[in-house]
C-alpha cells in the first residue's frame, strides 16, 4: 500500500548530538513537509519541499537542516543549535499539481533529548 | 495572512449526544479547509475537507462539517458520539489563491466522548 514512512518511530539523543529523522513516501507525491507538534501548540512548519533540489523555510527553520535529493525522500537534521528539540515531528506530503494543499501524514517520530 | 482559531482546548460530551468542534479561520481569499483527527502517538488522519460547493460537508466516521462564509466558520459535527471518537481534532486552511503555500493548523481540541 501507498505511504508515508517515518523512522525512528522513538529516539533519544544526547545535548549537542546532531540526529536525523527518516521520511519516505510512495505516493509519487510532489511535495513534502516537515513539522513539529508541542503540546497545546499545535502543528508548526519546519520546512517544506514542492521539488526535488528545493525546499523553503517555515516559521521554525532555526536549528534544523533538511535536504531533498530525491522525489521519495525528504529527512530532517536536528542539529545542536535547535535549542529545545525535544517534540513530537511529523512529516507529510501532498499533490503539488491537486492544488488543494489536503495533507497526508506520517506516523510520526518522538525525539526526546537527554 | 491565513490562520485558524480553535477556541476550545477541551470538549467533553456524553456518549450518544451531538458534539460540535468549533473552527473559524482567516484568509484573504477563498478557503480550503480541512479536518484532521489525531489518536495518541499517531500522525493526523484525513476527516474531510471543503473546496467548493456544497456547504455541508460528509466526511469519515460519521463526521460532518457546515462551511459558513458570512461567519467565516467550519465547524466539525456529529449526531451522535462515541467513546471511540475522542482524539486530538485539528482544523487547517489555505488561501486558494496562494499558490502553493501550505496549510496552516489550528491548536487542536481535545475531544473526550465519556461512556
Known amino acids: 500500500d501507498g505511504g508515508i514512512t517515518q523512522s525512528p518511530k522513538y529516539l533519544f539523543r544526547k545535548e549537542g548530538q546532531n540526529v536525523t529523522l527518516s521520511c519516505e513516501q510512495n505516493l509519487n507525491h510532489d511535495a513534502m513537509y516537515w513539522y513539529r507538534q508541542d503540546p497545546g501548540q499545535g502543528l508548526r512548519l519546519i520546512y517544506y519541499s514542492q521539488i526535488v533540489n528545493d525546499f523553503q523555510k517555515g516559521d521554525i527553520a532555526e536549528g534544523y537542516s533538511v535536504s531533498r535529493e530525491k522525489k521519495e525522500s525528504f529527512p530532517l537534521t536536528v542539529t545542536s543549535a535547535q535549542k529545545n528539540p525535544t517534540a513530537f515531528y511529523l512529516c507529510?506530503?501532498?499533490?503539488?499539481?491537486?492544488?488543494?494543499?489536503?495533507?497526508?501524514f506520517g506516523e510520526g517520530s518522538r525525539l526526546t533529548v537527554l | 495572512a491565513q490562520s485558524v482559531a480553535q477556541p476550545e482546548d477541551q470538549v467533553n460530551v456524553a456518549e450518544g449526544n451531538p458534539l460540535t468542534v468549533k473552527c473559524t479561520y482567516s484568509?484573504?481569499?477563498?478557503?480550503?479547509l480541512f479536518w484532521y483527527v489525531q489518536y495518541p502517538n499517531r500522525g493526523l488522519q484525513f476527516l474531510l475537507k471543503y473546496i467548493t460547493g456544497d456547504n455541508l460537508v460528509k466526511g469519515s466516521y460519521g463526521f460532518e462539517a457546515e462551511f459558513n462564509k458570512s461567519q467565516t466558520s467550519f465547524h466539525l459535527k456529529k449526531p451522535s458520539a462515541l467513546v471511540s471518537d475522542s482524539a486530538l481534532y485539528f482544523c487547517a486552511v489555505r488561501d486558494a489563491n496562494s499558490g502553493n503555500t501550505p496549510l496552516v493548523f489550528g491548536k487542536g481540541t481535545r475531544l473526550s466522548v465519556i461512556a
Open positions: 484568509v484573504s481569499g477563498n478557503p480550503y
Open positions: 507529510a506530503s501532498s499533490k503539488r499539481r491537486e492544488n488543494t494543499g489536503e495533507l497526508f
